[in-house]
């Protein structure tokens, strides 16, 4: 029996234990200790900002970034129907209302044409989310806030490292939030982080995150704050991960090509990524969608597929599918379809040449009939 092939699995072949075993030395375990303030700088390098806030994963990371910016009930935002379902919650946690639109069917984004057309006099801001590790289109999204004076929050919990003409995500909009969920493409098992060039945002951000204590005066609470730090050991983790995110972009990038090469004879049965010519692809997840006449057995290959011991995942429901969200009337015909015919195929960088022939060969016989 061949060993089982996950979706994902975390490689912590740098410093980790070393940095981990220096946080628990040092008794500074809790939210306080120098690899907090060591992971922050590097996850602002990443992006390309002055700041980064360094939160307990990715969804507080968002939702603090929200409350920082303001909003509230009566708010809208601007959203993609085709997201991981945090997206949509954050604003929800908020009292705000989500505005779910379609996406480039190619690159699986927000269409920024439909963002236009969404448009109304409670939109308070824009979430793109750069799906699968492919940055969104944020030349015409920036355009088009700046137009309407409404912010950007990058959602790039997905896409550590990927750059939209030649500049990193998370440093583009107004602020950037980033998971580092044990799946993502860095992780610190769970944890995330919120990017910013705006001093007055990260500033408010850094009093949200500690339960809004002022910074001059202890145990005096000016506004409703909430617990979302990460811990010193957490951020040990997340150091020795930072270092190594160069040769894990480039490790993922070889898997990539590797899988394209493979899959060139399925040319007529699934499309592969697509890659923008001004962007660069982080690959989170290598994520291939069966054409037209094949898209109704997707659910039958990927079942055929784990028989021969190979775990994938089906591309997301669109958010307005699911009952806290439920509109079956909205019009998002890329999402529904993309989310019926596409599968994210094993990506990691525990993947060995053997691990891809045995992925493609069995993806082949599974379409094969
Ligand atoms: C993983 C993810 C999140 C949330 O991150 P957690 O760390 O799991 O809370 C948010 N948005 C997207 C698009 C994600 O993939």
Redesign the pocket.
């Known amino acids: 029996m061949l060993a089982k092939i996950s979706v994902a699995v975390p490689k912590l072949s740098g410093a980790e234990k070393q940095y981990v075993n220096e946080a628990l030395d040092s008794t500074w375990i809790s939210s306080r200790g120098p690899f907090i303030e060591r992971f922050e700088t590097a996850v602002a390098e990443m992006a390309g900002t002055r700041h980064a806030i360094a939160c307990n994963?990715?969804?507080?990371?968002?939702h603090l970034a929200l409350a920082a910016m303001g909003l509230g009930p009566g708010d809208e935002v601007i959203m993609p129907a085709l997201?991981?379902?945090?997206?949509a919650n954050?604003v929800r946690y908020c009292g705000a209302t989500p505005v779910l639109v379609d996406n480039d069917p190619r690159t699986f984004n927000i269409d920024p044409t439909a963002i236009e057309a969404a448009m109304t006099p409670r939109t308070k801001g824009i979430m793109v989310?750069?799906?699968y590790g492919h940055a969104a289109d944020m030349g015409p999204i920036m355009e088009c806030a700046d137009r309407h004076g409404v912010w950007v929050l990058e959602?790039?919990?997905?896409a550590h490292g990927a750059r939209y003409r030649d500049r990193p995500v998370g440093g583009i909009g107004r602020c950037g939030?980033f998971?580092?969920?044990g799946?993502?493409i860095v992780t610190t098992g769970?944890?995330?982080a919120v990017t910013t060039n705006d001093d007055e945002l990260a500033a408010r951000m850094r009093l949200l995150r500690s339960q809004g204590m002022d910074t001059k005066r202890r145990y005096w609470h000016p506004v409703v704050g909430y617990n979302y730090r990460m811990t010193n050991v957490t951020a040990a983790i997340g150091v020795a991960q930072m270092e190594r995110l160069p040769e894990a972009l480039e490790k993922r990038r070889a898997i990539a090509a590797a899988y394209t090469e493979r899959l060139e004879s399925l040319a007529e049965r699934i499309e592969r990524p697509y890659v923008a010519g001004d962007c660069s692809h982080a690959y989170?997840m290598y994520t291939i969608q069966l054409r037209h006449s094949f898209a109704s057995s997707r659910d039958d290959v990927m079942a055929k597929m784990e028989m021969d011991g190979i775990e994938t995942r089906p591309v997301f429901y669109p958010v307005n599918h699911m009952p806290p969200y439920f509109d079956d009337k909205l019009n998002v015909p890329n999402a529904v379809l993309c989310s019926k015919r596409g599968i994210n195929l094993p990506t990691h960088e525990l993947l060995s040449d053997s691990d891809l022939d045995r992925i493609c060969e069995s993806l082949t016989q599974a379409l094969a009939g």
């Open positions: 994963n990715g969804t507080t990371s968002l997201t991981y379902i945090a997206t954050c989310v750069h799906l959602d790039a919990a997905e939030s998971s580092f969920f799946n993502k769970e944890g995330g989170w």
